[in-house]
């Protein structure tokens, strides 16, 4: 099985400073990785993902993520954020080879950006 | 494509009532899920179904039992609520033996049980 630990349950900071949102993952198989965001009241969209190849992952809203294997870490980052960015942001792992797309969240980690 | 929908948005029941909570896809995915949501515990699997006709226990499956209508819809029955099932649900879907198993959500029911 898979578990995904986010170190911080809350992150605030300033606009236009840099982040980053940690996250860690145990598994006893290859993983693909995600990072899903969750504004204020709504469902959970996706942010990036890690399937294979290049370890450093972009996705959208200018955010990225790097795959550290040996770290087993896939953090979360963006060189300045924006007042809208504040949202719950939920790290997810999956084995490869799975028959079912089963993903394991961690705890999430609420950003809030202040002006 | 209106992609994962779920019904209703918002519901409150007193305790011992029950109530279903519906989810329906169109993007024709084998697989669909049920989480709640709870501050501070991220999403939990409550039960999931990787085919039709089949459905399968999460983390978190007591108190609850779902169906697997066909391709297109999952609910998810409370039969007697209790105070412990104030939550947000969300319900997902993906394809299973897919590349990669990116989940796709609905927006959620939020779920206040007196």
């Known amino acids: 099985a898979q578990s995904v630990t986010q170190l911080d349950s809350q992150v605030p900071v300033f606009e236009e400073a840099p982040v980053e949102l940690r996250c860690n993952y145990s598994?006893?198989?290859?993983?693909?990785l995600f990072w899903y965001v969750q504004y204020p009241n709504q469902g959970l969209q996706l942010l990036l993902k890690?399937?294979?190849?290049?370890?450093l992952v972009k996705g959208i809203n200018g955010f990225e993520a790097e795959f550290n294997k040996s770290q087993t870490s896939f953090h979360l980052r963006k060189p300045s954020v924006h007042i809208s960015d504040t949202a719950e942001y939920f790290c997810?792992?999956?084995?490869?080879?799975?028959?079912?797309?089963?993903?394991?969240f961690g705890r999430g980690t609420q950003l809030t950006v202040w002006p | 494509n209106a992609g994962v929908t779920q019904t209703p948005k918002f519901q409150v029941l007193k305790t011992g009532q029950s109530m279903t909570l519906q989810c329906a896809q169109d993007?024709?995915?084998?697989?669909m899920y049920w989480y709640r949501q709870d501050p501070g515990m991220g999403l939990r699997l409550i039960y999931y179904?990787?085919?039709?006709?089949?459905?399968d226990k999460g983390e978190v499956p007591n108190g609850y039992n779902v169906s697997r209508l066909n391709k297109r819809e999952f609910s998810l029955r409370l039969e007697s609520a209790a105070p412990s099932q104030t939550s947000v649900y969300f319900c997902?879907?993906?394809?299973?033996?897919?590349?990669?198993?990116?989940?796709?959500f609905g927006p959620g029911t939020r779920l206040t049980v007196l």
């Open positions: 993007m024709n995915h084998n697989s």
């Open positions: 179904s990787a085919s039709e006709g089949t459905t």
């Open positions: 997902a879907s993906n394809q299973d033996k897919a590349l990669y198993n990116e989940q796709f």
């Open positions: 890690y399937l294979s190849g290049s370890t």
């Open positions: 598994s006893s198989v290859s993983v693909y």
């Open positions: 997810a792992v999956s084995g490869r080879g799975s028959t079912l797309g089963r993903l394991y």
